[in-house]
């Protein structure tokens, strides 16, 4: 009898744990694994359907110099020649990698300690800065460190949910069925969301706010406490610094009406989600893409954030704010450093941060200071200011912010390298050379999920054609640009034995990560690695935050001005997923079961709007931004407020004759954490 191979899911990033067991040369057959603390057995439909998606079909599988294939020699010679006559020519700054929340976190931390570490330069950003980068912001501000303060087990000891801006039964459905669990045994769960989505309609409450109200209905919140004694005054005077004048300004403008006019919500519904938060100590507010992608997402983070420092509601068992994240890795990637905005393993750039990595690293140099985040680097890469990019797992020529000008840029770009599972991308149709990259099933790794659960992805297939993992081809193209020793891993297991050292080196006690027995043992201990959480079950239980004096920060946040509808872009669209589709399709596309749900991208329209402006439930219709413009099937649907639009992000050129919603949000971001603002974009819609 064949043993089922413990493995983690390829989605999202409630990360559950898969048993799979190989059935043929390409086929496996998948069941949730039951001693997974993230899933305990159970799967969604995507995760249930992965086995239709670990074909060949589409895949490339050859190391590609323009339309020629290559050998493998002659592709890394040519990348890493073409990066070190960029570097001698331009500068360490005239270079950058794009990544991906899909790499594992070996791939991230060698891609990463070539760019920061050799290159010199912290021009390393990755898709993640879309999914949850002012959830980093937000915690390094309020805790002095990017720590998801909960965990699953939170879900079942909590009384109150607050779920915002995220239609978790849909885009986490695994951590909804939690959810769901604990409201059948008499815990209330409430929503935030303009749009009354599938996880509303279950809700005890719904509040419809309006979108970019966020920040006023927490501080308004966060106000009631106050007046209604629910503020835990000893917690703060004990574990929080409270910044002068911090109450008088909350208690500007913040009084229920008020709110409740702002939000356009009824002031009892308001009123009624004031009280069940002032009565049940042990809530849990998650929030996702509603709160991240927005260009005050930082400050919406804060506001929450906020709300369970001044309530005490933080490292105790079903209390906390807790950020669920999109991507499996999302978090392996924060963990590494791979980001633009951290240096490596949680650390700053810091000069003594600096000088302590590049010693570990042995590194001829180190980057000086934070490099591009996505939306500028693209931006540089438009402006010629980058002359040499690569592009890891991940199809920015679809899913970034205006992405008609991503597309302009790379193809303006001098040299760009893409690494890649599937062929025909739409960014690597841009590439100058393509590199065949190993699969979910191919590969072997760590990955991260929300609740900081740390588990294996294992190979469950030989490797296809002349595919090959990330961090091979990462060291292949560092070793020809003369940093030989440097870059000797020849397993996985290499790689996470040093980012597990460089996470506790010589850091004056910080907690940064608990080492796992894999760390300590050989490879036979990595192979063996049963999931582990880092960090602890309740991260700051003892009250001691990662500032410097040990306090945690209640953070001024003050709600922006909403503009008002545009006479020519009289409505305002918001993007997001659905059910059981992925990113951009590229696997799930691949399971025929996953598209009947929604088989083609439909925009959502109140029907009053749909009436009013001529058009017909199931007609065709363009929809059109400052930015660009899309076809979409019309769907009325009640749920939507009267002026917005929905519409999804999977589909491409590649997918379907409209639907590219990557062309229609502007690129704004947050002023803070540098992520778009995807979620309200000023737009037009006409039938066609
Ligand atoms: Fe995979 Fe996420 Fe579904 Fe779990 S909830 S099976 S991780 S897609």
């Known amino acids: 009898m064949v043993e089922a191979v413990r493995t983690t899911c390829a989605y999202c990033g409630v990360g559950c744990g898969i048993r799979a067991t190989v059935t043929g040369a390409r086929s496996v057959e998948i069941a949730g694994d039951p001693d997974h603390p993230a899933n305990r057995g159970r799967l969604c439909s995507k995760g249930t359907h992965l086995g239709e998606t670990v074909g ?68 390393i950003d990755t898709n993640s800065r879309l999914c949850m980068s002012s959830a980093v912001a937000g915690h390094m501000r309020a805790f002095g460190e990017d720590v998801v303060p909960a965990t699953y087990d939170d879900l079942d000891a909590a009384d109150l949910f607050v779920l915002v801006g995220s239609n978790t039964a849909w885009c986490h459905p695994i951590v909804y069925q939690r959810i769901r669990a604990r409201c059948e045994a008499g815990a209330k769960l409430v929503v935030i969301d303009p749009r009354r989505t599938e996880t509303a309609e279950e809700a005890d409450l719904h509040l419809p706010i309006r979108p970019g109200s966020d920040v006023v209905l927490m501080n308004g919140l966060l106000h009631h406490c106050r007046e209604a004694g629910v503020v835990d005054e000893d917690y703060l005077a004990a574990h929080v610094a409270v910044p002068a004048g911090f109450w008088d300004q909350l208690g500007e403008g913040n009084d229920l009406w008020s709110v409740a006019r702002i939000c356009d919500v009824p002031a009892a519904d308001l009123r009624h989600f004031y009280e069940l938060f002032a009565a049940n100590p042990r809530t849990v507010t998650l929030f996702s893409q509603g709160i991240n992608q ?294 799930t596309g691949l399971a025929p079961k996953l598209a009947r749900h929604r088989e083609e991208p439909l925009v959502e329209i109140h029907p009053d709007d749909g009436a009013r402006l001529g058009l017909a439930d199931g007609g065709l219709a363009r929809v059109s931004t400052p930015q660009g413009e899309s076809l979409y099937r019309v769907a009325f649907h009640s749920g939507q407020r009267p002026g917005e639009l929905f519409v999804p992000i999977h589909w491409t050129d590649r997918t379907a004759n409209g639907g590219r919603t990557g062309l229609l949000p502007r690129p704004l971001v947050d002023p803070v954490s540098g992520q778009p603002g995807f979620k309200r974009t000023p737009a037009s819609i006409a039938a066609v």
């Not at 060949?56 to 990066?83: T, Y």
């Not at 331009?90 to 891609?111: C, K, N, R, W």
């Not at 810091?350 to 934070?370: D, H």
């Open 56 to 123: 060949l079909e589409g895949r490339l599988l050859a190391p590609m110099i323009g339309n020629k294939r290559a050998s493998w020699d002659k592709a890394l010679d040519l990348v890493a020649k073409r990066f070190k006559e960029t570097i001698a020519r331009h500068g360490p700054g005239s270079v950058a990698f794009y990544v991906s929340g899909q790499l594992l976190t070996e791939d991230y931390y060698v891609a990463n300690k070539l760019m920061k570490g050799f290159i010199g330069t912290a021009n």
């Open 294 to 587: 927005s260009t005050a997402g930082t400050d919406q983070v804060n506001a929450i954030t906020n709300l369970h420092l001044a309530t005490g509601r933080i490292g105790k068992p079903g209390a906390a704010p807790f950020s669920i994240t999109g991507q499996p890795n999302a978090m392996g990637g924060r963990e590494v450093g791979g980001l633009a905005s951290t240096l490596a393993a949680h650390i700053d750039f810091a000069p003594e941060n600096r000088a302590r990595v590049q010693r570990f690293w042995a590194a001829p140099t180190i980057a000086e200071k934070p490099g591009l985040k996505a939306v500028d680097l693209f931006r540089a890469i438009g402006e010629g200011r980058i002359k040499a990019v690569w592009v890891m797992a991940t199809n920015p020529a679809v899913s970034m912010p205006d992405a008609n000008r991503v597309r302009e840029a790379l193809a303006a770009c001098p040299f760009v390298v893409v690494s890649d599972v599937i062929e025909k991308t739409d960014t690597g149709a841009f590439a100058h050379v393509r590199l065949p990259a190993a699969a979910w099933g191919e590969k072997d790794g760590t990955v991260t999920n929300s609740d900081r659960t740390i588990s294996r992805q294992r190979a469950l297939f030989l490797l296809p054609g002349e595919a090959k993992p990330d961090w091979w081809i990462v060291k292949e193209v560092a070793r020809r640009m003369g940093w030989k020793t440097a870059f000797t891993y020849d397993r996985p297991a290499d790689i996470w034995r040093e980012h597990c050292r460089l996470s506790t080196y010589d850091n004056d006690g910080a907690r940064l990560f608990a080492l796992s027995g894999a760390a300590q043992g050989g490879n036979a201990a990595y192979d063996a690695m049963a999931p582990f959480r880092w960090g602890g079950d309740h991260p700051f239980a003892d009250g001691r935050f990662s500032t410097e004096d040990g306090r945690a920060r209640l953070v001024p946040v003050a709600q922006k001005a909403l503009p008002e509808p545009l006479a020519k872009w009289p409505l305002t669209l918001n993007t997001g997923r659905y059910r059981d589709q992925w990113h951009t399709m590229t696997r």
